[in-house]
């Protein structure tokens, strides 16, 4: 097996990147169990699952995430801390 | 953290998008509606892993996780698991495919080593063997 190429939406950015994800995008200010954006946003849901994908085309630094901003979603939420 | 010593798994992406199959493996308890729960009255969590079939309708699924607030995904799945997005992503030809083979997982466990030792090389197993997947998208609660 040679591996599958993947990439982790996360909407806990800390957290996520103690594990080191080969890629991640984390779509800033989305809430717990909104990882795609809020229900029936599907325009927005699309563009967050576009940009996702896209990073799998690009020059991203494995074990580090990648934070895009989405006006769209609305209020914004602070992700959970990693207890030090 | 053992896990965060290691060395990152990165298996490079050297396709196009519009030419790939795609698959969601999901961490966020989901499953379909007439496959078993995941049991959530086990404090140490549960190992247990779905497989998802591509043209599952997004009311046929459902969330079994206590360790996040699924209100949301109970109202519109596709914010943790976008199976309706990516069937979306492939009519307008932004990728080539919808997998034939998805996971749900719940995860929460205290069981780390078995998740990781375990659970973790059965599903890229699942995934690996008959999904014809090229790349896949994770996500959590």
């Given at each position: 097996m040679r591996g599958i190429p993947t990439v982790l939406i996360t909407v806990s950015p800390e957290v996520s990147a103690q594990m080191r994800p080969p890629r991640a995008l984390y779509p800033?200010?989305?809430k717990i169990g909104n990882?795609?954006?809020?229900?029936?946003?599907?325009?927005?849901?699309?563009?967050?699952?576009?940009?996702a994908l896209t990073l799998l085309t690009e020059?991203?630094?494995?074990?580090?995430?990648?934070?895009?901003?989405?006006?769209d979603y609305g209020e914004q939420y602070e992700p959970p801390k990693v207890k030090q | 953290m053992a896990l965060s010593r290691k060395c990152v798994?990165?298996?490079?992406?050297?396709?196009?998008?519009?030419?790939?199959?795609i698959a969601i493996v999901s961490a966020g308890g989901v499953h379909l509606k007439d496959q078993e729960a995941f049991n959530i009255a086990d404090e140490l969590g549960d190992l247990t892993y779905r497989v998802i079939p591509p043209?599952?309708?997004?009311?046929?699924l459902m969330v079994t996780h206590h360790h996040y607030d699924h209100a949301d995904a109970d109202e519109d799945?596709?914010?943790?698991?976008?199976?309706?997005v990516l069937r979306d992503l492939e009519a307008e030809g932004f990728i080539g495919g919808v997998a034939k083979k998805h996971v749900g997982y719940m995860g929460y466990t205290m069981q780390l080593k078995a998740?990781?030792?375990?659970?973790?090389?059965?599903?890229?197993?699942?995934?690996?063997?008959?999904?014809?997947?090229d790349a896949v998208v994770l996500t959590g609660g």
């Open positions: 800033k200010g989305f990882s795609l954006g809020r229900p029936g946003m599907r325009e927005l849901q699309r563009q967050v699952l576009r940009d020059n991203t630094r494995p074990g580090d995430y990648v934070t895009r901003e989405y006006p | 798994p990165f298996t490079p992406f050297d396709r196009t998008l519009d030419k790939s199959t043209d599952a309708a997004a009311q046929d799945i596709n914010v943790v698991f976008p199976l309706d998740m990781y030792e375990g659970t973790a090389p059965q599903i890229a197993n699942e995934i690996d063997k008959g999904s014809r997947a």
